[in-house]
């Protein structure tokens, strides 16, 4: 609305918090403005500017929404049935706009897909489960060297860019060798060369 049109004791419908109200102008603000009383609510309220005013509504009308012993001056009782009607319909449409403003203002929870639970990964088998592994089927005596090939050959292993992966499984088959002693996988058969050690795979 225009500030011209704006009468002081004439009720208007006006937005206040995000919701369409009824409010009666009561005065001029000094800093600009109205002051004005929410119909509903009885609060004291200050309208800014007009263009927070959507359209006058009659004193009969901001009567039903007035606190009980509080109606706006010159009001007269709702005794037409008319203008009854109006009012339920008025009030309806008032609460519908009024329950979509407080939807629009929450905020809407973002339902989050659940992932997919990832297949557990095969668990990798170490250099050394893959040499044992290995003499274990060949059954024959074989240097380090020549069970990393073997190895990487049958898919059970491959050296993740060691430079030299010979000589850190010869150490750690010679380590179980000297920690297990005879419970050991493996067994010296000659200088450099291992053999699976099946009479401690018999014995467990």
């Not at 009666?24 to 109205?34: A, C, K, L, Q």
Request: glycine residues 6%; proline residues 5%; aromatic residues 4%.
């Amino acid at each position: 609305m225009k500030k011209d049109e704006i009468k002081i004791g004439q009720c208007y419908k006006a937005k206040v918090s995000d919701r369409i109200v009824t409010v009666r102008i009561d005065s001029t603000n000094s800093h600009g403005g109205w002051n004005a009383t929410n119909t509903a609510t009885g609060k004291r309220i200050r309208v800014k500017s007009a263009q927070r005013l959507r359209r006058a509504v009659t004193e009969r009308r901001a009567l039903r929404g007035a606190p009980a012993g509080q109606s706006p001056v010159g009001a007269e009782p709702a005794d037409d049935p008319q203008v009854a009607v109006e009012d339920r319909a008025e009030a309806r449409t008032e609460a519908e706009a009024n329950a979509a403003a407080e939807a629009d203002a929450k905020p809407t929870k973002k339902t989050r897909a659940k992932k997919a639970a990832a297949e557990p990964k095969p668990k990798r088998v170490s250099a050394i489960d893959a040499a044992a592994q290995v003499l274990a089927e060949t059954g024959k005596p074989m240097r380090a060297k020549e069970l990393i090939e073997a190895m990487a050959a049958r898919g059970l292993w491959t050296s993740p860019n060691g430079k030299t992966p010979e000589a850190t499984l010869y150490a750690a088959m010679l380590r179980e060798i000297t920690t297990k002693g005879a419970q050991a996988r493996f067994r010296k058969a000659e200088r450099g060369l291992f053999a699976f050690n099946a009479a401690a795979m018999a014995k467990a």
